[in-house]
């Protein structure tokens, strides 16, 4: 089964999206970007790491842009191959260009502005082959 970790601190968007990922997967959610890493390390430690990752880029403790950082610095250290790390998309009602250039080039693979419309999410998870 997927294992899916959400990082938000908005408790509307995480049902929101936990009630949408649950379809596909087994969804964990987090709070803030400090829990997220945890979490991610933690699952590492216990051999079921997160095929997904959903990150609020505005998280507080730390945000969803340091902890994606932090997220690829340990796959890095790890060795993992682009096949074998995790797919992360990230959330935020944010939409200026430099935080989702800055995203990109940070590592992950979407990026989705909220409010979010699960039709367009499918679809994006459609064409990163993450769903059917």
Sequence with gaps: MVRILIAEDDLASRKVISKFLSNYGECYITIDGMEALEAFIMAWDEGRPYDWICLDIMMPELDGIKTLKAIRDIE??????????????????????????NAFETGCVAYAAKPLNMDKLAEVMKKLNLIR
């Design 76 to 101: 890095t250290q790890k060795g993992l191959k682009e096949d074998k790390r995790a797919k992360i998309i990230m959330t935020t009602a944010l939409n200026d260009k430099d935080s989702v250039m």
